[in-house]
């Protein structure tokens, strides 16, 4: 391995740990690090590795946190940073040829191998769990385990030794692993017929790894080959236009980089499994070329479904397979990807570029601007114009499972310097707002009723078409609420967005249709302050077993928006840049919109957000916006179905828009 820039600056990470004596394997095994979380503040608990143990956790906001629960998952974050210092140590040694670090590579990899035995399988897994030894998923365990014999080979590749004594309990501790993997595997692919599960990319990388470190290229061969192995779970863990099936981007990533691992342990029997498609096309240039169209103009991937919008840990994956994809494929699009990930980590470079590339700057991104994209099937939508700085994304696919969300038709709004309208993202699981707020439809840009949530369902594309002039989606739920229609338009052009969303109720009975917006900054408009009693009623639905219960959560109303002759006009002042978008809105008498207070996003939920509500009790309802960069438009009703857009100012600017039923829109 040749020296690479960042070598220096990873070798001194060593030394600081190596001084402060931390690098001391627990003899307790880790639990579950969603528990890694603030009860009061819903932020993840700050961990630091340099510290050798640890009783009292602190969170971002002060709050000093104890507890078996929270104990457990600071060892999680141990184990896993002591296994990230045994690869770091390793590909520093195998950069500079310092003897001293390959000792500390293998030391850890020797003391891990005999505690190993020691640990129980864990008795204090949850019920659902499948349980590991050294944490309380075998999903942890497996993930670790590819770190360490990663290290382990590495050591090997560069002429390190072991004597017969370490290599025995290394042996031993790839063979209780390999038992466990094994056994797992089977549960999840002949038992519970799951094969498509998350769990089995890893289940299937930690084998991969021990059956590399073992030299055991038949069983490798047939852990590709296999039922529930690479190229099956290739074929049913991802759908055909390339993204993972639970349409989780936090699971798109953590699937890929397992994929990424096998294809490694592959490679060192000269088994291609880089350029190895599933049966309807799917492949890991595939996956990789999807983030790459999915970031913002920024780089910053979005959180749909279930992940986080933002994390240190989450960053490095993002960066391990981003240094890769440049390496391997060359998708110049990831450039923006990785510095992102590097701006979040507040480092140029670190680990993942020496193991895998050249790092964020050694190539340059495609001066042509990105087009729009459509995921059939998955169920998202990007909306692009050359030369308008907003863009579009919107989801209307499957629920996700067990990491979707109750958000079909939701909308994100993107300017090229800042995303407006993200999905906020998801807390820890350990965290209650994981069920009372950021799965919720309520917190998510689309429509609600009456305080309750979307059912788990699939909405459908209905029309899609992209020029060079416009992209226009039109979007559809059935299935969300009982008796309810929701379509939603959403038309780009090269001077304006519209957001036409219309609702429909086939009962007789009027509901309070609300439609939600959540821009992480300010909204500017006139406005009316509402009482200090104004409270909006979100009602969270919570199952124990078989048995539903509704309870009743209140969002204070701050404000009430004051519309001008039935147009709302309003804008948005961005942080990353002296750029604002223009926001006007349509009020039909009997509409309201609001300012409610929220949660924040879920890096910190305790910092509060205002959200745009703008609802109506009725049976019928028309939500129509527009959104225009650095100046606003005039919307204007002319009939029930039909509204002109003017930019004023820009001569011949004013164009009028139909929406007509079962074709859509049309302009005039």
């Known amino acids: 391995m040749s020296t690479h820039p960042t070598t220096h600056k990873l070798k001194e990470e060593i030394d600081r740990l190596q001084l402060a004596g931390s690098l001391v394997v627990p003899k307790e095994p880790g639990g579950w690090w969603h528990q890694y979380v603030c009860p009061h503040h819903h932020t993840e608990l700050m961990f630091d590795d340099s510290y050798v143990d640890a009783s009292e956790f602190l969170c971002p906001h002060g709050c000093v946190i104890t507890g078996d629960a929270y104990?457990?998952?600071?060892?999680?974050?141990?184990?896993?940073?002591?296994?990230?210092?045994?690869?770091?140590?390793?590909?520093?040694?195998?950069?500079?040829?310092?003897?001293?670090?390959?000792?500390?590579?293998?030391?850890?990899?020797?003391?891990?191998?005999?505690?190993?035995?020691?640990?129980?399988?864990?008795?204090?897994?949850?019920?659902?769990?499948?349980?590991?030894?050294?944490?309380?998923?075998?999903?942890?365990?497996?993930?670790?385990?590819?770190?360490?014999?990663?290290?382990?080979?590495?050591?090997?590749d560069e002429g390190i030794t072991f004597d017969a004594k370490e290599q025995v309990a290394i042996d031993v501790f790839l063979g209780l692993l390999a038992e466990s993997m094994e056994e797992y595997r089977h549960i999840l692919i002949h038992e519970r017929n799951n094969a498509e599960n998350n769990y089995t990319a890893w289940l299937n990388a930690s084998l991969s790894c021990v059956y590399a470190a073992r030299g055991e290229q038949a069983a490798l061969e047939a852990l590709i080959e296999g039922q529930g192995g690479f190229i099956h779970h290739l074929s049913i863990g991802v759908k055909a236009d390339q993204f993972e099936f639970e349409g989780s981007t936090y699971y798109h990533v953590f699937v890929l980089r397992a994929y990424l691992i096998a294809a490694e342990m592959a490679q060192r029997f000269h088994i291609d499994l880089y350029a190895t498609t599933g049966a309807e096309g799917q492949s890991m240039r595939g996956m990789l070329e999807v983030l790459a169209d999915l970031a913002d103009d920024q780089g910053a991937l979005p959180a749909l479904h279930d992940g986080p919008l933002a994390r240190g840990p989450y960053a490095r994956e993002i960066a391990e397979i981003a240094e890769q994809g440049l390496a391997i494929y060359g998708i110049a699009g990831l450039v923006p990807v990785l510095r992102e990930a590097y701006r979040q980590l507040g480092a140029s470079e670190q680990l993942e570029a020496l193991l895998y590339g050249g790092g964020a700057d050694r190539a340059a991104t495609d001066d042509e601007p990105r087009s729009s994209r459509l995921w059939p099937d998955a169920g998202f939508v990007i909306g692009r114009i050359a030369g308008n700085p907003l863009s579009f994304l919107a989801d209307f696919g499957e629920h996700g499972g067990s990491h979707g969300h109750y958000d079909k038709l939701h909308l994100t709004l993107m300017h090229q310097d800042q995303t407006l309208t993200p999905d906020l993202g998801m807390v820890p699981y350990g965290s209650s707002m994981r069920r009372s707020w950021f799965a919720e439809t309520a917190s998510h840009n689309t429509v609600s009723l009456a305080g309750q949530s979307q059912a788990p369902h699939e909405g459908r594309l209905m029309h899609y078409e992209a020029t060079e002039t416009s992209v226009y989606a039109w979007?559809?739920?059935?299935?969300?609420?009982?008796?309810?229609?929701?379509?939603?338009?959403?038309?780009?052009?090269?001077?304006?967005?519209?957001?036409?969303?219309?609702?429909?109720?086939?009962?007789?009975?009027?509901?309070?249709?609300?439609?939600?917006?959540?821009?992480v900054v300010a909204v500017e408009a006139s406005q009316q302050p509402m009482s200090p009693e104004a409270a909006y009623q979100l009602v969270i639905a919570e199952k124990v077993g078989d048995v539903t219960t509704l309870k009743e959560q209140q969002l204070p109303i701050t404000s009430r928006f004051v519309p001008n002759a039935g147009e709302l006009q309003a804008s948005y002042s961005l942080t990353n840049s002296d750029a604002v978008i223009f926001h006007s809105a349509l009020v039909q008498p009997g509409d309201e919109i609001v300012a409610v207070q929220t949660a924040g996003d879920a890096v910190d939920p305790s910092r509060s957000l205002t959200a745009m509500l703008h609802r109506r009790n009725d049976r019928k309802a028309d939500f129509i916006h527009v959104y225009r960069a650095d100046s606003t438009v005039q919307l204007t009703q002319m009939t029930g179905n039909e509204i002109s857009i003017t930019v004023p100012g820009h001569p011949n600017s004013s164009v009028r828009v139909r929406l007509v039923?079962?074709?859509g829109l049309q302009i005039l």
């Open 71 to 156: 104990r457990g998952a600071w060892l999680v974050f141990k184990h896993q940073s002591l296994a990230r210092v045994a690869l770091q140590s390793a590909a520093v040694y195998a950069a500079l040829g310092d003897v001293s670090y390959a000792k500390i590579s293998k030391r850890l990899l020797v003391e891990y191998a005999e505690q190993f035995p020691l640990y129980p399988v864990h008795p204090e897994a949850q019920s659902w769990m499948l349980k590991g030894r050294a944490f309380h998923q075998a999903l942890t365990e497996a993930i670790w385990s590819t770190t360490l014999i990663r290290a382990y080979l590495l050591l090997r």
């Open 475 to 519: 979007i559809q739920s059935t299935e969300g609420y009982e008796g309810c229609t929701m379509n939603r338009h959403l038309l780009l052009t090269a001077d304006w967005m519209l957001d036409w969303f219309q609702v429909e109720l086939s009962n007789e009975q009027p509901q309070a249709i609300e439609w939600w917006m959540h821009p």
């Open 661 to 663: 039923t079962d074709k």
